[in-house]
């Protein structure tokens, strides 16, 4: 089906690893699909391709995403090249809103599914931007589901120190994987009250 997904969780819950699992089964099906993931964390800032990697151990190539990037353009060639029957997007709360109108025309237009990957909130309980705009208007709305330790699903992300303090400020991107724990709302609410 044409239409734009976003399977949205904590940190932990296994996001990147579902992406790369469903790209694997389309190959497996003859299918060709066209990667993307964002370039906040790319080792090259100027590269055109990075790479998915799931905490498993899984990863596959993709293309970088910038806010600059007109991907409904970079979608349509690819299809002009060759046969593409889906997109996959990791890490689609850094998408812009612009980008996430650009990927539901990939869908209306181009006829591909889109199906993107992403946190739903930042460690202050906010929502992203791109994820936002997808909640807005994705035609199918997914969680994956984490724990927190006590054991009920966990919702939020607790952004922390060297120390071990949760921090409550700060600038939404720019840090480490492991800075982060996913929480259920009350332990996060404990853990920054």
């Given at each position: 089906?044409?239409?734009l997904y976003f399977t949205y969780?904590?940190?932990?819950?296994?996001?990147?690893?579902?992406?790369?699992?469903?790209?694997?089964?389309?190959?497996?099906?003859?299918?060709?699909?066209?990667?993307?993931?964002?370039?906040?964390?790319?080792?090259?800032?100027?590269?055109?391709?990075?790479?998915?990697?799931?905490?498993?151990?899984?990863?596959?190539?993709?293309?970088?995403?910038?806010?600059?990037?007109?991907?409904?353009?970079?979608?349509?060639?690819?299809?002009?090249?060759?046969?593409?029957?889906?997109?996959?997007?990791?890490?689609?709360?850094?998408?812009?809103?612009?980008?996430?109108?650009?990927?539901?025309?990939?869908?209306?237009?181009?006829?591909?599914?889109?199906?993107?990957?992403?946190?739903?909130t930042d460690f202050q309980g906010h929502l992203?931007?791109?994820?936002?705009?997808?909640?807005?208007?994705?035609?199918?709305?997914?969680?994956?589901?984490?724990?927190?330790?006590?054991?009920?699903?966990?919702?939020?992300?607790?952004?922390?120190?060297?120390?071990?303090?949760?921090?409550?400020?700060?600038?939404?991107?720019?840090?480490?994987?492991?800075?982060?724990?996913?929480?259920?709302?009350?332990?996060?609410?404990?853990?920054?009250?």
């Amino acid at each position: 089906m044409s239409k734009l997904y976003f399977t949205y969780s904590a940190m932990n819950a296994g996001k990147s690893a579902i992406l790369l699992q469903a790209a694997h089964n389309y190959g497996e099906c003859g299918m060709a699909v066209m990667l993307w993931t964002s370039a906040h964390h790319a080792a090259n800032a100027e590269a055109e391709t990075g790479e998915i990697e799931s905490r498993i151990g899984l990863k596959a190539p993709a293309q970088l995403f910038r806010p600059d990037t007109d991907m409904f353009a970079a979608i349509a060639a690819r299809q002009a090249d060759g046969p593409l029957d889906a997109v996959f997007v990791d890490e689609a709360q850094f998408l812009s809103r612009a980008h996430v109108w650009q990927l539901a025309r990939v869908g209306d237009e181009l006829g591909l599914p889109v199906l993107c990957y992403g946190l739903r909130t930042d460690f202050q309980g906010h929502l992203f931007e791109g994820s936002a705009e997808l909640l807005a208007i994705a035609d199918d709305l997914r969680e994956a589901r984490t724990i927190c330790h006590c054991g009920r699903k966990a919702t939020m992300n607790l952004r922390h120190d060297a120390k071990g303090e949760a921090v409550t400020e700060g600038a939404q991107v720019g840090v480490a994987k492991t800075d982060y724990q996913s929480l259920c709302r009350k332990h996060w609410r404990e853990r920054i009250d």
